[in-house]
């Protein structure tokens, strides 16, 4: 399998289970691009009327220079859009450190 075929799978695999953590029904699709062209054009191509998104907390020079998502997209399309803090992104970071934790026999501390 080519390496875009892997990056492909590993990023499916990590949408179904942020998806399986949450509550309310999901529809996970991956695309290629920035995110924000991607998000951008997913949203007018199904007619998406909100926008719900986790933020990674970035602030100062990491935001500036990793570019902000949310603002881009509120540039982009004229419909509301609410950012939340990214617990989701922070339970999958544990849960990884805790698997790695098991596998080799270490403690995690949080």
């Not at 986790?54 to 997209?73: F, K, N, P, Y």
Request: glycine letters at 8%; hydrophobic letters at 40%; proline letters at 5%.
């Amino acid at each position: 399998m080519s390496e875009c075929g892997d990056d492909a799978t590993e990023g499916q695999s990590y949408l179904d289970r942020i998806a399986s953590a949450v509550t309310a029904p999901v529809n996970a699709v991956p695309a290629q691009g920035t995110p924000a062209d991607a998000l951008a054009r997913l949203a007018r191509k199904r007619g998406i009327s909100h926008v719900v998104m986790t933020s990674h907390g970035r602030t100062g020079l990491s935001r500036m220079i990793a570019g902000d998502v949310a603002a881009d997209l509120i540039e982009r399309l004229s419909r509301p859009i609410v950012v939340i803090p990214s617990l989701a992104h922070e339970a999958e970071q544990r849960s990884q450190s805790e698997t790695l934790a098991a596998e080799t026999g270490t403690t995690v501390s949080t």
